[in-house]
């Protein structure tokens, strides 16, 4: 939480009248904190700005049939280089070492401690509902690989029953982990999410720096407040879908070219660019490099970078380094994971892959306070377009 200040000063930091501020309050978009009199109120400079930043369009120019949305959420506060978790900078979490499993029980803990430790859990392990054979859907995008293997699982509430939402995040994280790739080592041992991640992906033997990138990749990723899949992720909760359902819509969305199939197009150029004597030559339509809300620097990237730098051998660095070099804006975490899937020698559609099951974390918690609100709340209204 940011400072608190009072509502002609809210008003203020908005562009709004004090009536607007009100309005934006019962409408659930801004919380209201009581004063010390017990009468007057106060604003979160924190919520402030994240609501100051969402009510103005994120780039210019905006296409004509945009939609703004804003919604008021704990999960996440996300502001140009700034990313909270439950009011945690990511970046701290990183620096402190805080494996996934950690960070994801923070996100589903919502507590007040702002302890990244408040859930603790281990993939189960042994044989899970997959859905189809290993082999069934070769060929077929990850993404869909696994909303295949979820959609397997069944529901993972009984009718009428609320979701308890960390254990079924936990099963279906493990379920997507089992989906994925081949094992190239004992993924049937207990071990970290990272560890049998990695295990799953790549053929390089998991170092403790290897799987620690792995991780910090894992935690950087797992929320970004809402991103196009956490709102499909919400509209299905406000349906009151399951867990499993939720996750399906994210997947969905996150399968996009413009969203989580992002790292895969750069692994892939990685990949192109490594052969010897192959020209120099941009990413794909410029992705990986700038960010619609970071417009300083995606502030996930340095700390993914470095440890990515700390595995990789000193011809994998000249060529990210090469990939950065007259870049026009700073690059983004797609340009890390990409990175980070190239140095681990792990196939392109890992990065997608690892990006949804980051994310997985951050839907859950996303779903579970959609659950809070008042159901079927998203409602679209259709105009006729007019003719020119």
Known sequence: MGELVDARTAAERLG???????????????????????????????????????????????????????????V??????????????????????????????????????????????????????????PGALAGVPVAHRLAAAVAGTGGTAGPGSPPDW?????????????????????????????????????????????????????VLLAEHELAPSTLAVRVAASTRATPVGCLLAGLGALSGALHGDVPRLLREWFLSRAVKGAPDAAPPSGAGFGHSVHRRGDPRTPPLLQAVYAIA?????????????????????????GALGHVARMPPQAATAIFAIARTAGWMAHAAEEYSEPPLRFRGRAVTPVRR
């Open 166 to 218: 960390p254990a079924a995040g936990r099963l279906l994280i493990a379920t997507l982990i089992e989906a994925s790739g081949t094992a190239a080592g004992d993924a049937s041992a207990p071990s970290s999410v990272a560890g049998r991640l990695w295990r799953r992906w790549s053929p390089l033997r998991p170092t403790v720096a290897r799987v620690r990138a792995l991780n910090t990749a894992l």
């Open 76 to 133: 996440s506060t996300v502001t140009d280089g700034l990313v909270r978790y439950r009011g945690t900078d990511v970046l701290d979490l990183v620096a402190a070492g805080e494996p996934f499993e950690a960070v994801a029980g923070l996100l589903w803990a919502g507590g007040a401690d702002g302890s990244a430790g408040a859930v603790e859990w281990q993939v189960p392990a042994g044989p899970l509902p997959i859905g189809p054979a």
């Open 313 to 337: 051998t000193q011809a994998d660095r000249d060529l990210i380094e090469r990939a950065r070099h007259g870049a026009p804006a700073p690059p983004n975490i797609d340009f890390a994971l």
């Open 16 to 74: 709004v009248d004090v009536r607007t501020l009100y309005a934006y309050v019962s409408r659930g978009a801004l919380r209201r904190v009581p004063g010390p009199d017990g009468r007057s109120s106060r604003y979160d400079s924190d919520e402030l700005g994240l609501l100051a930043r969402r009510s103005r369009p994120r780039t210019l120019p905006r296409p004509a049939a945009s939609i703004d949305l804003v919604i008021a959420t704990r």
